[in-house]
């Protein structure tokens, strides 16, 4: 008598392993596989005739055969049957025909050097401060964009801990006032420069003779710095000379500075570069200072391990031509509408760059 189905005994069935390590197929390991065959799997799929195909690829007639042998084995798959009027290719062959082009473009791409700038897609960060920014940037991103229009440029104001990024590609150059580069890294000199002074136009000390101590009298707008830049000379030289108003109005950066002074009584110390490209913006007038600040350097530094990549250093050329036409620029611009802006009461012309 048949027995109730809760009562009938479980017959053991064979277990299938359902996980996806299980049901999926497993991949080939690379390092076992001739690439080269991609190349001789191209030839064949195009000509479909051993023979053109090792004309082709520069082989043997032999040795083409002895490639399908083994493309044969790598895709478990015939690839190229004989039909009536020669070889044809299977379904997988024809799946791989349209695969293969892109794949073999992709691994071209990867070992050419050759490729145009005009072709990169790639990011790049550089460290430059907004005044440097002010110089550089108007003459840097129209060649980049003519010569590299997919570069995405992307620049970060704060210098802080600059080798240290550099070191780990937080960041991939630095622009500023940085000296001599340490064991590991390198710089490159960009131009040099001084500090000028930018008061508004109609300012009423531009009435008067221009000193030291009608300088040192005049509130000043600092810009929030790093302890070792050098905007900190102008205003420790002061404090030294004990003549210097030791409470400034800090601001974030050079732009905000230079519109405050647009429309007050206070002065700003920048470099000279950057207050003739900001007086050709705002109504300032440029003035020297009526004391000693030794110039300096700006430089572009970036660490050993991007030095001989091939767009890196395409960047850097870049940027160094953009600033060698950016301190021409400025130059003749100072020595037309602007330098007339440096004549201080007295009448004295002031020195050009």
């Known amino acids: ?27 080939p390991n690379l390092a076992s596989i001739d690439l080269n065959l991609l190349v001789d799997l191209g030839a064949l799929l195009q000509y479909r005739n051993i023979t053109h195909a090792a004309q082709h690829v520069g082989r043997s007639q032999p040795a083409m055969s002895r490639a399908l042998s083994r493309l044969r084995g790598m895709f478990n ?33 990867t070992v050419n050097c050759s490729v145009a700038p005009r072709e990169w897609r790639w990011k790049v960060t550089m460290a430059i401060p907004d005044h440097q920014a002010l110089v550089l940037l108007p003459r840097l991103l129209p060649r980049l964009r003519e010569g590299a229009p997919h570069l995405d440029m992307v620049n970060d104001a704060v210098l802080a801990n600059a080798l240290r990024r550099l070191e780990q590609g937080e960041i991939d150059l630095a622009v500023g006032q940085i000296g001599a580069a340490p064991p590991g890294y390198l710089r490159r000199r960009l131009y040099a420069d001084r500090f000028s002074c930018l008061i508004r136009r109609d300012h009423p ?41 030791c409470d ?13 002074i647009a429309a007050t009584d206070l002065v700003l110390v920048v470099p000279s570069r950057v207050a003739i490209r900001i007086a050709s913006m705002l109504p300032l007038a440029v003035v020297e200072p009526p004391l000693e600040l030794s110039p300096y350097e700006v430089a ?34 100072s020595n037309g509408e602007l330098a007339r802006s440096r004549v201080a009461r007295t009448g004295r012309r002031m020195p050009r760059e």
């Open 205 to 245: 000390v531009l009435e008067q003779e221009w000193t030291l101590e009608s300088f040192a009298a005049l509130r000043h707008v600092a810009i929030a710095s790093e302890p070792n830049d050098r905007f900190h000379q102008v205003y420790d030289g002061l404090t030294e000379l004990s003549v210097a108003d």
């Open 248 to 260: 400034p109005i800090v601001v974030s950066n050079v732009l905000t500075g230079a519109v405050i």
């Open 77 to 109: 798959d015939d690839l190229l049957v004989r039909g009536s009027s020669g070889l044809v290719p299977t379904l997988m062959a024809e799946r791989l025909a349209e695969k293969l082009p892109s794949v073999l473009d992709a691994i071209r791409q």
């Open 1 to 27: 008598m048949d027995q109730p189905v809760w009562k009938r005994p479980r017959t053991t069935r064979p277990t299938v392993d359902g996980s996806d390590d299980a049901q999926r197929p497993q991949m």
């Open 300 to 333: 572009l530094i970036w660490h050993e391990r991007c030095h001989r990549d091939r767009e890196h250093g395409w960047l850097r050329r870049e940027i160094i031509a953009a600033a060698r036409t950016a301190a021409s620029g400025l130059t003749e611009a």
